[in-house]
């Protein structure tokens, strides 16, 4: 088991910036690669990118490609996502997950644990 929490979210005006962080614990945090996915209401969860175990490897959807960036620090067992250029788009609730699998990591159903989620709301 892993244990995913969330923080790091909360309201910004349009233009602005938000670092998300994702603090995990129970089994070996670099086993996992790293995926952020959000949610809007009435909407479907979005793949927003993801970072490989080592933090070797990342990928972004291109909605959000060239303003956020996902890091890790895996002495720490946290994971980062930094949001820059914030649009009232990005409006939704933020969740990291983790998996072991090998596969696209792009898609909800490829991760195991999934953490509360953190609201970010980006005002016009």
């Known amino acids: 088991q892993v244990q995913l929490v969330e923080s790091g979210g909360g309201l910004v005006q349009a233009g602005g910036s938000l670092t998300l962080s994702c603090a995990a614990s129970?089994?070996?945090?670099?086993?996992?690669?790293m995926g952020w996915f959000r949610q809007a209401p009435g909407k479907e969860r979005e793949f927003v990118g993801f970072i490989t175990w080592s933090g070797a490897t990342t990928s972004y959807a291109d909605s959000v490609k060239g303003r956020f960036t996902i890091s890790r620090d895996n002495a720490k067992n946290t994971g980062y996502l930094q949001m820059n250029s914030l649009k009232p788009e990005d409006t939704a609730v933020y969740y990291c997950?983790?998996?072991?699998?090998?596969?696209?990591?792009?898609?909800?159903?490829?991760?195991?644990?999934w953490g509360q989620g953190t609201q970010v709301t980006v005002s016009s």
């Open positions: 129970g089994r070996t945090f670099t086993r996992y690669h």
């Open positions: 997950a983790t998996t072991d699998r090998v596969g696209a990591l792009r898609f909800w159903k490829e991760y195991d644990y």
